[in-house]
């Protein structure tokens, strides 16, 4: 028993109040930011923007490079796409409706995929940090969740996809890291994502049911 709260708990003794309770904020706002998101609310974004500011500052002092790029990217990110989510018709209707990705989309992913892991993998360079094999996890994980928040900037159904798979990628990572908190806090993303997904399918398939 002692060896698993010195496992998953003896991280943060070297952790100061101020820092846990920055991580348990930017948690917070996060968590909500993706109820808002699998609620096809435009939420998503005001949150998110809490939640990613924070992380920027978390994941530095964690020497995560890759994810503090992630959330500094989802940050303009959120700012895009709640430009996008809140354009409106003259009948007060949302323009930009929940779709699924053209092929011409996919050409767009995989150009975003490879720019990012070649942006990341720079800056791990940079600062001799691939010396550690979790270095080439976390760039990869960049590529994936860059994808996707482009994806939902879109209102692409696909982007929970590439986030599950991220999210499921991440979580070791962060215990390995010492951020206990958010490990777990990616493991609830995970299962909101999932319903997340299949809310917007659902949504998605009424749209196209419409004449």
């Known amino acids: 028993m002692t060896d698993f709260f010195d496992f ?14 920055l991580e348990l904020t ?9 109820i808002y998101s699998a ?20 994941l530095y002092t964690a020497d995560l490079y890759g994810d503090l790029i992630i959330n500094a990217y989802y940050f303009y990110m959120s700012i895009y796409g709640w430009y996008l989510w809140s354009r409106k018709d ?13 092929a011409k989309d996919n050409y767009k ?11 990341v993998s720079v800056v791990y360079h940079f600062f001799h940090m691939f010396n550690q094999w979790w270095a080439y996890v976390d760039t990869f994980i960049t ?3 860059f994808i996707g928040m482009w994806l939902l900037a879109k209102r692409k159904v696909e ?20 951020l206990i908190f958010t490990g777990f806090f990616y493991i609830i993303l ?22």
């Open 90 to 102: 003259r009948q007060h209707h949302d323009l930009l409706k929940i779709t699924a990705v053209s």
């Open 39 to 58: 609620k096809n609310s435009i939420l998503v974004y005001p949150t998110g923007l809490i939640s990613t500011f924070i992380f920027v500052y978390i």
């Open 8 to 21: 998953f708990f003896g991280q943060f003794k070297g952790y100061t109040t101020e820092f846990l309770t």
């Open 109 to 119: 992913c995989l150009g975003i995929f490879i720019v990012s892991v070649i942006f």
């Open 159 to 178: 982007n929970w996809l590439y986030l599950i798979a991220g999210d499921i990628i991440a979580i070791p990572l962060f215990f390995y890291k010492g």
């Open 143 to 145: 590529g994936l969740f």
């Open 26 to 34: 930017a948690i917070f706002f996060g968590l909500l930011s993706v």
């Open 190 to 211: 995970t299962t909101i994502a999932i319903f997340g997904y299949r809310s917007w399918k659902r949504t998605l398939q009424d749209e196209l049911q419409i004449p």
